[in-house]
């Protein structure tokens, strides 16, 4: 009897060891496991920016420097009744978000104005400065014109040229559309919380 008490109580010492040592290692990896993302609900939301240009008759050409005979001028049709209404053209778009609309829209609208002075500045580039219209169209195709014989050069940058007289015209005003806002479900990571150090450990 005296042995089966021994027997039976060493196994309760090694069943209550090992039930500890699990739980423990349960909560370790709990701890180690990485924290699920927050599901938020973030409404996104935006607007369009246009101007409106008209078109003018190509500016003249300049002045010819000091002791050069100037070319003959060269006569102008006029313009199309029908090409010289305002064009509206797209100039940029706004976009936030935020989970919450109200502050999202708030944000959009603090923009707008500077936004629009923006979109008037790319619309005076494009249709009021023919340097500046030519100078983009040309920095925009610089790494292949480097790789072009003179002959296609210089038949690009003509082409370019027309291009932009074809867009002279004086810009009139910019606008924006209404803004418009739509909620998106996405996910974002959870906070990280800083492990604790175990003191027994070095």
Not at 61 to 70: D, L, N, W, Y
Not at 112 to 123: G, I, T, V
Not at 131 to 140: E, W, Y
Not at 168 to 191: F, K
Request: glycine content about 2%; proline content about 10%.
């Amino acid at each position: 009897m005296k042995f089966d008490r021994i027997l039976f109580y060493s196994l309760f010492l090694i069943f209550s060891s090992a039930e500890v040592s699990f739980s423990a290692d349960k909560k370790d990896a709990a701890a180690a496991a990485p924290a699920a993302p927050v599901i938020a609900p973030q409404s996104i939301c935006s607007t369009e920016l246009t101007y409106k240009w008209k078109r003018l008759p190509p500016p003249p050409p300049p002045e010819p420097a000091a002791g050069k005979k100037p070319k003959a001028a060269t006569p102008q049709e006029p313009l199309d009744p029908d090409l010289c209404q305002p064009i509206e053209a797209p100039a940029l778009s706004l976009k936030e978000s935020g989970p919450i609309e109200v502050e999202v829209k708030a944000r959009l609208d603090a923009q707008l104005s500077e936004a629009r002075m923006h979109a008037m500045n790319l619309c005076i580039e494009l249709h009021q400065s023919q340097g500046t219209c030519l100078s983009k169209k040309l920095g925009a195709m610089s790494s292949q014109l480097d790789r072009m014989d003179f002959e296609t050069k210089r038949a690009i940058r003509e082409e370019s040229v027309n291009d932009c007289k074809s867009l002279y015209g004086v810009c009139l005003s910019t606008t924006n559309s209404d803004i418009t806002c739509r909620v998106e479900v996405v996910p974002t990571p959870a906070p990280v919380e800083a492990a604790t150090k175990d003191p027994k450990k070095k």
